[in-house]
């Protein structure tokens, strides 16, 4: 089969495209024909060794996909070859065939298309994961989401709708706000042309946002976290923008609020069942049309370094997909 392969450590012009032997799966895994598989940040961050977790190297990166079923191993009873499935698992996704434990994987509804099904997993667990259960999220809230535009943001975008929020989107330029308000934003704020503190403070009549999703870090998050409403809770995601903020004690105690960690990797390994009734939610969401995943770009998978760099640079709206 052609892989992507990441043989050292750097940036994603250093990937290459190869032939290598097709994975045998063992006992309680699945061999499954990647149809197509998203393209997340953690990535970019992953082929430079930069992120928490560093696979042993050469791998073939990526690790969301979509895909029908070729072969499955000893002990699996819940697959068969010729099922469509959606799979998670922490490299191989960007390949023409990719294993995964069967626990890993989940039934893809037949309303789907791949390429909206590779794109559920990370961006839209995160944000479940994030709203849902960390920042226990409540209808007639306000929720902000910075970087908006991007594959958690926007879906934060969506499920803050679904959820009973008053939703502000805030990113940069036009055309990712036009982006925002199709997804269902009561409020855009572009972040690179206008003052975040007083955007919010005018959006909320001064009051602030009961919920922070921050999957960008940098000098976004200081502004957004001084406006946070009293008993407010800060979700933090990641750092997009390059830097770890240094979070001003004082503010979280005088506005009684909650700076809240969100490692959806994390969770779905240690809590399976939760994760499982989490995604078993999003899908049916989507299936009846509650929930509209953007998948704005396919490459090839000759082209995965060039999606990789888009994602990097910030050129990404929604979702985009390796199609192999």
Not at 94 to 115: G, H, I, Q, R, Y
Not at 153 to 174: D, Q, Y
Request: aromatic share 6%.
């Amino acid at each position: 089969m052609k892989a992507i392969v990441c043989k050292n450590w750097g940036p994603p012009d250093s990937l290459v495209l190869e032939d290598v032997p097709d994975p045998r799966p063992g006992p309680d895994e699945v061999l499954v024909e990647v149809r197509a598989a998203g393209v997340n940040f953690p990535d970019v961050l992953t082929v430079q060794g930069k992120y928490q977790i560093k696979p042993p190297l050469p791998f073939t990166p990526g690790n969301e996909f979509a895909g029908i079923v070729r072969t499955v191993g000893p002990g699996v009873t819940a697959f068969a070859p010729g099922d469509r499935v959606i799979g998670f698992t922490r490299t191989g996704a960007f390949a023409e065939l990719a294993l995964a434990p069967v626990s890993t994987l989940v039934p893809m509804p037949a309303v789907l298309d791949f390429d909206v099904a590779a794109a559920v997993t990370l961006t839209y667990g995160t944000a479940h994961h994030a709203l849902a259960d960390r920042g226990a999220l409540r209808p007639g809230e306000t929720l902000l989401v910075l970087g908006a535009a991007g594959g958690v943001g926007l879906a934060a975008v969506e499920l803050g709708k679904a959820l009973g929020a008053r939703v502000i989107a805030a990113a940069a330029g036009a055309d990712k706000l036009a982006v925002c308000r199709d997804s269902g934003a009561d409020v855009l704020i572009d972040y690179e042309r206008e003052d975040l503190r007083a955007a919010l403070r005018a959006a909320t009549d001064g009051r602030g946002p009961d919920v922070i999703v921050d999957p960008v870090g940098g000098i976004y998050s200081e502004p957004a976290l001084r406006s946070i409403a009293w008993r407010g809770r800060h979700l933090v995601i990641g750092f997009a923008n390059g830097a770890i903020p240094q979070v001003p004690w004082n503010v979280v105690l005088l506005k009684g609020a909650s700076v809240v960690g969100v490692f959806w990797g994390d969770f779905q390994r240690k809590e399976p069942q939760a994760n499982a009734a989490a995604m078993r939610t999003l899908l049916d969401w989507m299936a009846e049309g509650k929930l509209r995943p953007l998948v704005s770009k396919r490459y090839a998978l000759a082209d995965t370094a060039r999606a990789l760099e888009d994602m990097a640079a910030r050129r990404v709206t929604g979702k985009v997909v390796i199609a192999p």
